[in-house]
């Protein structure tokens, strides 16, 4: 897993799908039961993950921050 400096090296990786630490957001694949997830958490919490098959922003509401980081995921996945 890479360390990084920027939110748009953040950017980058998640849209390439590779795992990464920015601090209080990062990245990294969770095998959970046989699926291979591809993990997005804000301050340890989880706001994205995407499989194989879908792409799984949560719906809920977040503190300003993990909104931003959530944004990010959001446009690096062109779900925005």
């Known amino acids: 897993m890479s360390y990084i400096k920027t939110i748009k090296e953040a950017q980058q990786l998640?849209?390439?799908?590779k795992p990464f630490n920015a601090g209080t957001l990062t990245a990294n694949y969770e095998d959970i039961?046989?699926?291979?997830?591809y993990v997005v958490r804000s301050?340890?919490?989880e706001i994205a993950d995407a499989t194989e098959n879908?792409?799984?922003p949560t719906a809920y509401q977040h503190s300003k921050t993990t909104s931003k980081h959530?944004?990010?995921v959001k446009r690096a996945w062109n779900l925005i």
């Open 14 to 17: 998640l849209a390439e799908g």
């Open 33 to 37: 039961g046989n699926t291979l997830r």
């Open 43 to 45: 301050y340890g919490v």
């Open 70 to 72: 959530a944004n990010i």
């Open 54 to 56: 879908a792409i799984h």
